[in-house]
């Protein structure tokens, strides 16, 4: 049951007995609540199965959120298989009376200070036991046992101290997980309550985000936040979608141009019809990617809990061989202070998210830890072609008059043909238009055009009669004989080109060369790729071997796979497998997706179908394949700052355990020395290893901004 029971203008605090099931999923629970309108921040304490609420103080606002968490009841909330989800609302009450005691201890007579010394370690006694019994040997056993062991031994003073420690050390852990999970999924996270309406009147009013619908008209001003996705009708701006994208540079939008959700107006002002609102923004399927991300459970996490577990054994054992050989409880306490799991734990799971952080301000998103570990491991990529090696348009790479008697000059013929191809649709006369337009040739007059689907387009000019299209079309059809030519044909395949034929009065007239247009930084990409570790690069496509062969020499492939079928993409990927190669696949098309889902960890390119995006485990949100050599570096330096964290851990901790079992380290040295190591390791991997002024910048930046919200 879920009832209210205190409440003033902005805040309404409810007790939920939901909350004494360890295993809710409180990271939904919270996101459900903060997704409420009006809601600015929710806090959970399941300690005193308590929710606060802060929102905004009208009444409808309360009224709204009571009965959203009375609906609760009714609903059957997700559960995690953790049964630890750290503290979502870090309590500082038990820290603070645990500091106030161990200061007024000298002040209290010894049998209260026993009964309040056995009530401040009772919590970590009691979880030391509940673990014991559900999960076996863990961390928490160690510190139930070390300051259950002082209590019992009348040493209330080293039990306090140690108990106050161990309560620090758990609330800046939780605080800084809390931190991080925040930073994912607030990093891209539009707070917009309202927007301006444009009415057909002219007229511009307020209305609430929340009730806003596809179709409607919106205007944004410099400084705001453009709330959906949608196509700009009128007015002109600079737009910072750094966001979104992960661009650096604001990008010019005007009449015609899409613009996305999250994006800022830096100067100007817009008219946007909202194409996608509400969950179907850009930004909402991103916060939906990161929250299922968070929620997966991390490969490379597990790997870390089962060895940092396996290692409290070696603490355990010492404890023993301590104990038989000097019989001294001190030294036991001491030993068992001391873990090798904390460290791992937390650290990799804080460098994992801190990668997450930093990976979306290099504009992709990447789904947790799995993702991470294989993309640092993978020793091949492949990329599927169109859309990911080249960009998904055609550009024209020569044009050849072949009747020299008929064709003029290159530009009489491509005015020709754009003249006549604009009224198509189809991408081969976009790109020929797009170059005419570009040379500001003059159009050329002509009857009406016949469309043949599949074949070409024909017409009149003048008292000439023209045909274009494919070689196919213009000999089998038209009876229009291409073969004296095949030199000049054959040197333009060659190159990679696909031809666009052209024939005037039934004699070949020219031929028009095109290819997909290469991106730019393609090859200098593949450079850095096999610099970093990346000893095979590999390409698919289903375009005929002479276009393939010829891009794969120009970009310095390893291996070319032309005319592939989309069911054997999957095949390929999975044969390089067998070799004992670790594959890392690019695509973007509904085709690629069973290649993505067999290889060892997929990439998504940003403008890919759906499907593609949905089964990656890394989304580009910029349109550009430098996205690619970033992530990839940094997934190799976050699997090194784990390990790195680790061992640097397992050393200084070692050095501690020999120092307590030979007594020369007390309880309470003890608990600070291990868990200021726990804390370090936390910030190195916080700050994803960068110490530079920058590095501090930005984690202070983050750590400023949830403090703000």
């Known amino acids: ?163 106050w420690l161990l309560n620090l050390a758990g609330l800046i852990e939780d605080s800084t997980r809390r931190a ?38 919106l205007r944004v001003q410099a400084g705001e936040t453009i709330a959906v996705d949608g196509l700009v009708v009128d007015g002109a701006a600079t737009v910072n979608q750094s966001a979104v994208t992960g661009e650096s540079l604001p990008v010019p939008r005007e009449a015609g141009d899409l613009v996305l959700s999250g994006s800022v107006i830096e100067e100007g002002r817009l008219s946007i019809v909202a194409e996608r609102v509400g969950d179907a923004t850009t930004t909402a399927r991103i916060a939906q990617f990161l929250q299922r991300a968070l929620a997966e459970e991390a490969i490379t996490q597990s790997k870390a809990d089962e060895l940092a577990d396996r290692r409290i054994l070696i603490t355990l054992a010492s404890g023993a061989a301590v104990f038989a050989l000097t019989r001294s409880l001190r030294r036991l306490e001491s030993v068992f202070l001391i873990d090798f799991s904390c460290a791992g734990k937390l650290g990799t799971s804080m460098a994992i998210k801190s990668a997450m952080v930093r990976a979306a301000r290099l504009g992709a998103l990447v789904k947790g830890g799995r993702a991470l570990e294989k993309l640092a491991e993978a020793d091949t990529i492949v990329f599927d072609k169109t859309g990911t090696l080249t960009h998904n348009e055609l550009e024209v790479t020569r044009i050849q008059c072949l009747d020299a008697t008929t064709c003029t000059s290159e530009n009489a013929l491509l005015a020709l043909v754009a003249s006549v191809a604009e009224h198509s649709r189809h991408p081969v006369s976009a790109a020929v238009v797009d170059v005419a337009r570009k040379r500001r040739l003059e159009h050329i007059g002509h009857e009406e055009v016949d469309f043949f689907i599949g074949h070409g387009l024909a017409t009149t000019v003048g008292d000439t009669t023209v045909r274009i299209g494919s070689r196919h079309y213009l000999e089998e059809h038209e009876n229009i004989d291409f073969t004296p030519y095949e030199d000049i044909l054959a040197e333009l395949t060659a190159r990679g080109g ?40 590999v390409m698919i496509t289903g375009d005929t071997p002479d276009t393939a062969h010829a891009l794969g020499e120009h970009l310095g492939l390893d291996e070319v796979h032309a005319r592939i079928a989309p069911e054997d993409k999957a095949r390929l990927i999975q044969t390089l497998q067998a070799q004992g190669r670790k594959v890392a696949y690019v695509g973007d098309g509904v085709n690629d997706a069973p290649a993505l889902m067999v290889a060892d960890v997929g990439l998504a390119m940003p403008r890919g179908a759906d499907v593609a995006r949905a089964t990656a485990d890394v989304v580009l949100m910029r349109d550009a394949l430098d996205g690619v050599a970033h992530i990839h570096a940094l997934a190799r330096k976050t699997l090194g700052i784990i390990d790195k964290n680790f061992k640097a851990a397992a050393t200084v901790n070692t050095g501690l355990l020999l120092a307590a079992s030979a007594g020369r380290l007390a309880p309470v040295p003890a608990a600070l020395l291990h868990n200021g190591t726990t804390l370090a390791v936390l910030g190195n991997a916080f700050l994803g290893g960068d110490f530079s002024r920058e590095g501090l910048r930005l984690a202070l930046a983050d750590l400023r901004a949830l403090a703000d919200g």
Not at 41 to 46: D, G, I, Q, T
Not at 504 to 525: F, M, S, T
């Open 1 to 163: 049951m879920a009832r209210l029971v205190h409440q003033i203008p902005g805040r309404s605090r409810f007790k939920m007995a939901c909350l004494r099931d360890r295993r809710l999923d409180q990271r939904y629970l919270r996101g459900y609540l903060e997704g409420l309108e009006g809601v600015r921040r929710v806090r959970l304490n399941p300690n005193a199965l308590s929710v606060v609420i802060e929102h905004d103080t009208t009444p409808t606002t309360a009224g709204r959120v009571e009965e959203a968490v009375r609906a609760l009841d009714r609903t059957a909330l997700p559960r995690t298989r953790d049964i630890d989800q750290g503290a979502p609302f870090s309590d500082t009450s038990p820290l603070v009376l645990g500091g106030l005691l161990c200061l007024a201890q000298p002040l209290i007579p010894r049998p209260v200070v026993a009964t309040l010394t056995a009530l401040h370690v009772s919590d970590t006694v009691r979880k030391g036991v509940a673990t014991l019994l559900t999960e076996g040997l863990r961390v928490e056993v160690l510190d139930a046992t070390a300051v259950g062991l002082a209590t019992l031994r009348g040493e209330f003073g080293t039990a306090n101290i140690t108990q």
């Open 180 to 217: 991080s999970d925040d930073l994912v999924l607030r990093l891209l996270t539009p707070e917009v309550d309202t927007v301006w309406v444009e009415d057909e009147d002219g007229t511009v009013r307020a209305q609430p985000f929340a009730t806003l619908e596809a179709g409607a008209r």
């Open 498 to 537: 696909s031809l666009l034929f052209v024939g005037a009065d039934g004699k070949p007239h020219g031929v028009i060369a095109l290819r997909d247009r290469v991106r730019p930084e393609a090859r200098e990409i593949l450079g850095r790729l096999r610099a970093s570790g990346i000893t095979r690069l």
